[in-house]
Structures are given as C-alpha cells and as structure tokens.
C-alpha cells in the first residue's frame, strides 16, 4: 500500500505561540522580528498587524511608522523549531513518526489511521488535539507529501482527506504560490499569465520544460500528483524538557505558576504522545542574577496529569524562598517510565484517587522519597513479623481492566456475635457463608512485638467477661474466635497461639490471644 502522510499547519504558528504565553497580547498587531542586513525586519505578523498592512520583510521602522502601536518581539528560528517539536511529540498518541515543517507545520505518518475511525477520524482528532493545546490548525492527509502540505495552507477546507489517486484534480484551483519551495518558477508562471496549478498540470511536458527547464518539469509532476518524496521521521531528543523564558522577570509566585502551567501542559502532551510516565522531575528556576536554582519533584505514583504536577509544583514553591526574579524556568524529566493508562471508576472514587495521589506525591517531595513506605511480605508465620517496611512502590497500572474489577466487593455488614460466641462468616457472591479460621479479618493497628499481656476475668465455662486495658475494667461486649495460628515448629521458637476479636466497651474491636496451654491472654491490635 502506498504511503498516506497528514500535514498539520499551524497559520502563523510562532505568533499563536507568543499569545498563547502572553495572553495579553491577544487582538493587538503584534509583529517577529530578526536581524538581516543590519536591520530588524518582520518575519511573523498578527492577522491585527497584516490588516494594517504590515507584511514579512517590511523593516521595523516602516513598520512602526505606518502603526505606531505596534507590538513587537524577537523571533528566534531554534527555539520556534524545539516548540514546533514539542507539539509535534503530542501527536504521537495517532502516528508512529512525524517530520517537522519549519516554521508553521509538520507531516505525520498517517499508517495508523484505522485504530482512530479511519483517516476522516484521524484528522478530526489531530485537529482537536492542536485546539486542545491552543493552536489553530488546519490539517489535510494525502498520498503525497506536497499535495498534503499544499491543500492544508492554501485550500479552503479546514480538514480535507484526498482518496489515492485523486491528487491532481484536488489540486487545480490552488494558486501558483502553493509551489513556494520554487519560486523561480512560481514568479515565471506569473509571468506567462498562469495562476493555477491546475493550469500548470494542463501544460504538455515539452512545453514546460522549453519554457522553465527541470525545476518546471518537476514542478508540474508534483501538481500532477507525481510525488516520490518520503516522510523522514525525526529523531526524539532522549531527555524531555521544557524550557520557558519569561518575557519579565518573575518575582512573585503567580506569574511563575502561570508560565509553569504552559510548560506543564506542553511537557504532559509530550509524555502522554511517547506513552511514557513521569516518576521524578527537576524544575530548574534561573534567578537573576544568582543562577541556576534546583527544585526536585518526586512523584507517589506515575503520572502524566499537568493539574497534579501543578499543584505539586505550587505546594513545593510555597515553602521556596528565592534570592531573586526567575528569568528562566526549565522542567526535566530525570526519570519516567511506560504508562500503561489507569481506568476511570464511577462514582466519587476518581476525586479521592485525584486527592490522595496529591498528598502522596506532596509527602514524597517535601519528606524525601523515603518517607513514604510499604509493607513487604517477611519469611516469618508470626503476625508482629510477618511484614517488614520497605520502600513505597506504586501499584502497577494494568491495561484494559477495570479498576472496579481489580477491587474485592466490599463486605456487608456481618450480624453482630453474641456475647461469648463464636461467629465465623464472610461475604460471598451468594451471601454470608462459612469461612474457616484463618480467614478472620486482620488489624491495621497492630501492637510492637509480641503484644501486652492483660488482666481478664472470665466466667464459669472460661468465656471472657472483662478485660483490664488502658487503665481501666473493661466489659466484653462480644467475642468472635477462637482462631489458632501456630507454626514454624522446626525453629528454636516455634509458637501457637489462640486469637479472639473481642468488643470491648468504650474501646471497641481488639485482637486478642492466649498462648495454647497457658493463661495468660495479650492484647495486639486494635480494629478501626
């Protein structure tokens, strides 16, 4: 099957990109400028500045001299070609590859279309997704590469699919100036009274080649949908970073979140199109005029959601004193790794998620890595030994399941044990059904070491009747057990112990056990 390529053009796309930082800018003639022949001249115009008349290569002066209220900034061809990049890194979420266009477009690999809705839907989405990141788009998928670029700056339609085939008749009322890699011939055309292309494509070979040599003949192949050119894709740099220099030092925290917010978003896009997670990221503030100034982030759980990097960002800069203005921010990403996705519950569960991650991701920044920590299954049948704190590590996201499939259904409540009984049930998808011993709920509170013995009092038939903790006599309430855990026999210390959940009033569930054979009963742990 023959190539299919998308071109994505951004009309004046370093313009939407000053806008887009300077949201002040918006509605007023603003006009890029460089330096070419010892003046400044108009590389990029707003469409306010173009429609009072301010055209690229006019000089700066007679630009300011025909509008004095004119608005202008430096243009600067490298940091214009990493942010085209940047956005071009986001597309990856519906292509394989993609080549730059500088300065206002880029071609996609459109081989992947039929994962989207075929390649109408394609287009549909790599347009929303440029709306989505602020930038108007115009986008155009062909077989071949000129006529994909062609229609998408110069064609009326906003996105356009052209069928195999059906170049040279898409192509026949453009106007000449589509041919601007050659504007040799563009300006020759015109001179033979040609404004089409389709014109150009009527024309007999000889006669084009008589009149406009090689560089015409080649020409009217392309317009002839004679295209042999590849999409060559460009090359990820290895590091992802997103570097923002302010148009005016900050030196309040609002302004740097605002521009962090920009950067963020960006360095989101751009994750989520290599399918990649951010676990630790470095901001770098450049403060003037000390330098450089770090700030590590370090994240509870991968992620790729601009909000929640935002809002550890703001929690982390709150508790930052600074030695001066932030000229410069730069976010790196030190270490990601693959997102797999996480499905979406119903219900309250995505805000609490959303809350909790925050917390864990603020804990991990403010306390260090090392503050967070999980419990890490021991070689030891004893509960006080059979986990053992280690690093937190977060769950790992599993694909195409859903999360509310991943948890147990929650238990209704069991009847409540009457005194000195022995209530044994779980439940199950039909209902309450017997569950054996070792089964029994386990605490979250559990007492240091082997537990704290305890004064009882117990009835005739030796059933629990109160209890001694906390300085006080406690009535029991109700009991459920005995459950006998013991083990680790061929040790130096084997144990076996009896274990009761016991109610007690003013205190509630406690886990309590007597050793088998002996007396005396322990308190060691508490249920919530």
Excluded: N
């Excluded at 202008?72 to 080549?99: C, H, K, W």
């Excluded at 000229?327 to 569960?349: I, M, N």
């Excluded at 929650?410 to 199950?428: E, M, N, S, Y």
């Amino acid at each position: 099957m023959s190539q299919r390529v998308a071109y994505v053009h951004l009309p004046r796309f370093p313009v939407q990109r000053r806008v887009l930082d300077e949201p002040g800018l918006a509605g007023q003639p603003l006009a890029l400028v460089h330096e070419a022949k010892g003046a400044l001249r108009v590389t990029f115009a707003s469409g306010t500045a173009q429609r009072e008349g301010i055209r690229a290569g006019m000089t700066l002066t007679a630009a300011r001299a025909l509008l004095p209220a004119l608005r202008d900034g430096l243009y600067d061809a490298v940091a214009e070609a990493q942010a085209l990049s940047s956005l071009a890194e986001g597309f990856l979420r519906f292509t394989p590859a993609f080549m730059l266009s500088a300065p206002d477009g880029l071609w996609l690999d459109a081989s992947a279309a039929s994962l989207f809705g075929g390649e109408a839907g394609l287009v549909e989405k790599v347009e929303a997704q440029a709306r989505a990141a602020g930038y108007r788009a115009r986008v155009v998928l062909a077989s071949e590469p000129f006529t994909a670029r062609a229609l998408a700056r110069f064609g009326a339609a906003t996105r356009a699919c052209v069928a195999p085939g059906g170049s040279e008749r898409a192509l026949a009322a453009l106007p000449v100036q589509a041919l601007e890699d050659a504007p040799e011939v563009v300006a020759s055309l015109r001179a033979l009274g040609l404004s089409t292309l389709g014109e150009l494509s009527a024309l007999q070979p000889t006669q084009v080649i008589s009149r406009l040599g090689a560089q015409g003949l080649r020409a009217q192949r392309l317009v002839r949908g004679q295209d042999e050119s590849r999409l060559l894709p460009a090359v990820l740099p290895e590091v992802v970073e997103e570097v923002r220099t302010l148009e005016a030092p900050a030196e309040s925290l609002e302004p740097l979140l605002f521009a962090l917010k920009t950067a963020l978003d960006r360095l989101s896009a751009r994750l989520r199109g290599r399918q990649r997670a951010a676990v630790r990221l470095t901001l770098t503030l450049v403060l003037e005029p000390t330098g450089p100034y770090p700030v590590p982030l370090a994240l509870a759980r991968p992620t790729t959601d601009p909000k929640l990097l935002l809002d550890l960002v703001r929690h982390r800069l709150e508790s930052v004193r600074l030695d001066g203005p932030v000229a410069t921010l730069v976010v790196t990403v030190d270490e990601s790794c693959e997102d797999r996705g996480q499905q979406g519950v119903l219900g309250d569960a995505p805000a609490g998620d959303a809350a909790l991650e925050a917390v864990l991701a603020r804990l991990a920044t403010a306390l260090g890595p090392e503050a967070l920590g999980s419990p890490v299954l021991a070689d030891d049948h004893r509960p006080e030994a059979a986990h053992a704190p280690g690093p937190f590590r977060p769950p790992r996201r599993e694909p195409g399941m859903f999360a509310e499939a991943r948890r147990a259904p929650p238990a209704p409540p069991p009847p409540p044990p009457a005194p000195g009984g022995r209530l044994r049930t779980c439940a199950g998808a039909q209902g309450v059904q017997a569950q054996p011993d070792w089964q029994l709920e386990r605490p979250l509170r559990l007492l240091s070491g082997e537990g704290e013995p305890i004064e009882v009092e117990l009835d005739a038939l030796g059933a629990l009747r109160s209890a001694r903790v906390l300085g006080r006599r406690r009535k029991v309430l109700a009991v459920t057990g005995p459950e006998r855990l013991g083990g680790q026999w061929w040790t130096e210390s084997p144990f076996q112990r009896d274990y009761y959940r016991v109610h007690l009033e003013g205190l509630g569930a406690a886990w309590v056990y007597r050793r088998a054979g002996e007396g005396e009963f322990f308190l060691h742990g508490l249920f919530d």
